[in-house]
């Protein structure tokens, strides 16, 4: 049974719980709630054609034994900047002192590749230590670039060797999320 806990401003407002918690995140418009509610199998999290609808740091117990954490997007959104600041702040906070955090997972759309900003998140954690993984989204669609930036886990310490790929309209790539989460 998948409960939603509650949306939370700050880090120090989340619950105190036992459980692990495993964390999406990506740029705005990535498909982020998309891909939690396909691999949830319910719709769950609010979706939006809207960058940056997710403000908040949004907690769904699933069956009393994890946590899925959806994290706002970073990149494009319509705030200020001074918005913007505070939700890097409480991002760093979030991954630095959240010790239930088990997984990071960075979303980042296939169309278009890795940018800066998910460059910059990815030697976020490789300096402070935390363990994320890649996890490709919207493979269904066609690519829009031909030039991406590759990336490796060799470059990155922190990060997760394999890759994975996922079509959240198409419900494809679901099943080695859902190994990791112990879902069915």
Not at 62 to 73: A, C, H, K, N, Q
Not at 108 to 121: C, H, Q, T
Request: hydrophobic share 40%.
């Amino acid at each position: 049974m998948i409960k939603f806990v509650g949306s939370f401003e700050t880090v120090n407002s989340l619950p105190k719980t036992q459980f692990a918690e495993y964390a999406f995140i990506g740029r705005s418009n990535v498909g982020k709630s998309s891909l939690i509610n396909a691999v949830l199998g319910a719709p769950v999290a609010r979706t939006s054609n809207t960058p940056g609808r997710t403000q908040s740091l949004n907690l769904f117990n699933v069956d009393d034994r994890i946590m899925i954490v959806d994290l706002p997007g970073y990149g494009y959104a319509k705030v200020s900047k001074e918005q913007t600041l505070r939700w890097l702040e409480r991002l760093e906070d979030y991954l630095l002192n959240r010790r239930q955090l088990t997984r990071l997972f960075v979303l980042i759309d296939s169309r278009i590749g890795a940018r800066e900003s998910d460059f910059d998140l990815m030697d976020f954690c490789d300096a402070n230590g935390i363990s994320y993984q890649i996890i490709y989204t919207k493979k269904d669609k066609k690519v829009r670039e031909q030039k991406q930036k590759t990336v490796s886990h060799e470059n990155h310490p922190a990060m997760i060797a394999e890759i994975l790929e996922t079509s959240a309209e198409k419900k494809t790539g679901l099943e080695p999320i859902k190994a990791i989460l112990g879902i069915k």
